[in-house]
């Protein structure tokens, strides 16, 4: 058992893929390694899936991407509001980078999201737009007015929020990837034939769509709040 415990706590980290000689030695971590093949990954998909689009007559592949953008606009505009067309593309690079950096494991190489490091820069990346959206849309006083909605006693929970939201988007996501990794880990050493395929299809894959879910729409519904039109 201690020799299951030592080898899962070596999978929990974030190994070293390379080291670039340059300053000393950069080191180059797995979680951005396997970044880089889930970005050539969609841009490839990307290029192939849209050399061929028509104004008349699409085929199959445009008809599942127009439904697909389409559905996501909807989504955004219902969470954000009227203002919501600026914040689509980057909601949807998000879940599609999320979404795939979650079931990645199917295929045999280590989540990105397993790394705290890369949760947390995804939460902050989520503040940065959130916030920065707050005040971009009313101004540097309205943002600032904000915080003391509904009523001036709220201002420091409103304030606290601004430390919470990011601390809560990034160990969710986190949690829950790296709570489903240690699951599988767990199942594979106890019983290693059949049955860990079986919960590999939830933990792996339902389990990581629904995380990623949860993160774009906490986003959106964040922004959506900070933009709202006063009434």
């Known amino acids: 058992m201690e020799g299951f415990k030592q080898t899962l706590l070596e999978a929990m980290q974030n190994e070293t893929a390379f080291t670039i000689p340059l300053f000393g030695g950069i080191p180059v971590g797995s979680a951005v390694v396997v970044t880089w093949i889930i970005m050539a990954v969609w841009m490839a998909a990307t290029l192939l899936a849209t050399r061929n689009?028509?104004?008349?007559?699409?085929?199959?592949?445009?008809?599942?991407?127009?439904?697909?953008?389409?559905?996501?606009n909807g989504f955004v505009r219902d969470t954000i509001g009227p203002h919501w067309r600026p914040f689509?593309?980057?909601?949807?690079?998000v879940a599609l980078y999320i979404g795939m950096a979650?079931?990645?494991?199917?295929?045999?190489?280590?989540s990105p999201t397993k790394d705290v490091n890369v949760t947390a820069a995804l939460a902050?990346?989520?503040?940065?737009?959130i916030y920065g959206a707050q005040?971009?849309?009313?101004g540097l006083l309205g943002g600032l007015k904000r915080f003391g909605k509904p009523t001036a006693v709220m201002v420091p929970i409103n304030l606290m929020e601004v430390l919470i939201r990011p601390l809560a988007l990034c160990m969710r996501l986190f949690g829950n990837v790296l709570g489903a990794y240690i699951i599988m880990e767990?199942?594979?050493?106890?019983?290693?034939?059949?049955?860990?395929?079986?919960?590999?299809?939830?933990?792996?894959?339902?389990?990581?769509?629904?995380?990623?879910?949860?993160?774009?729409?906490?986003?959106?519904?964040f922004t959506g709040e900070g933009i709202k039109e006063e009434e």
């Open 186 to 221: 767990i199942i594979k050493y106890l019983v290693p034939a059949v049955i860990p395929a079986v919960f590999s299809i939830y933990f792996d894959l339902f389990d990581g769509l629904i995380q990623t879910v949860v993160f774009v729409f906490l986003t959106a519904m």
């Open 124 to 129: 902050l990346m989520s503040m940065v737009l």
């Open 135 to 138: 005040f971009r849309y009313n």
């Open 88 to 93: 689509a593309p980057y909601l949807g690079t």
């Open 102 to 110: 979650n079931i990645i494991g199917l295929f045999g190489l280590t």
């Open 53 to 72: 689009l028509k104004v008349r007559d699409p085929g199959r592949v445009q008809v599942v991407l127009e439904s697909g953008v389409s559905f996501l």
